[in-house]
C-alpha cells in the first residue's frame, strides 16, 4: 500500500470516527444538538474557518477519488502474493504459486520411494523462488541421496518450464511410511 493510499485510509477512518462518534453522543443526549448546529455553522460561514473547510473538503474529494479509481498497488500485489509476472516482446505471463507446487509435486512423484508430498512456494520482494517439502518415505529411501536427487531435479524442471531460477529447495522428512502389499 503507497503513502497516499495509508494517509487517505487513516483520514477516512478518522473522520467517520469522529461523525459516528459525534452521533451517538447526540443521540445519547450527552452532546448538545445546538453545539453541532452552532460547530457545524461557524465552520462554513466564518471567513476564515469557510476557507479552510473549503480547502480541505477538496483535497478529501481529490484523495477519495484517487483512492478508489487510482489503485497504486495492484502491480506489486499480483507479483508477490499470487506469483511471478513474466514479460516479453508478446506480452505477460503470471506464474502462479500453485504452478510451482504442482510441478515440484509432479518432479516428487516420479521418485519411487517418496510418497505423500505437501509442497509449499515462497517468493520474496526480489521473486526469488523458494521451495518446501515435506515428504513421507518408505524404509528403504538413501535420505541424503534422495533429498540430493529431489533438491536438483526440481531447480533444472523448473528452469526448464519456466525459465526461473530457484533460490533453495528445503527437504524435510516427516516420516518413514510402511509400504503397502499387494494381494493376488
Request: aromatic share 4%; glycine share 4%.
Amino acid at each position: 500500500m503507497k503513502i497516499l493510499d495509508k494517509i487517505g485510509l487513516v483520514l477516512f477512518s478518522s473522520i467517520i470516527l469522529l461523525v459516528s462518534l459525534a452521533l451517538i453522543l447526540t443521540i445519547a443526549g450527552w452532546l448538545d444538538l445546538d453545539l453541532v448546529i452552532d460547530s457545524v455553522e461557524y465552520i462554513t460561514t466564518d471567513n476564515i474557518g469557510a476557507k479552510v473547510t473549503f480547502g480541505i473538503s477538496i483535497v478529501l474529494i481529490l484523495l477519495a477519488i484517487k483512492c478508489i479509481f487510482l489503485n497504486s498497488d495492484t502491480k506489486s500485489t499480483s507479483n508477490s502474493k499470487d506469483g511471478i509476472l513474466l514479460e516479453n516482446d508478446s506480452g505477460k505471463l503470471l506464474v502462479s504459486k500453485d504452478t510451482i507446487e504442482s510441478l515440484t509435486n509432479a518432479v516428487v512423484r516420479n521418485f519411487e520411494t517418496a510418497q505423500n508430498v505437501m509442497t509449499k512456494v515462497e517468493l520474496d520482494n526480489d521473486n526469488n523462488v523458494s521451495i518446501y517439502i515435506t515428504l513421507f518415505v518408505y524404509p528403504d529411501a538413501v535420505i541424503k541421496d534422495l533429498t540430493a536427487s529431489l533438491q536438483k531435479n526440481i531447480k533444472e524442471t523448473i528452469k526448464k518450464s519456466l525459465d526461473l531460477e530457484v533460490k533453495d529447495v528445503n527437504v524435510r522428512i516427516k516420516n518413514i511410511t510402511v509400504k503397502k502389499e499387494v494381494k493376488e
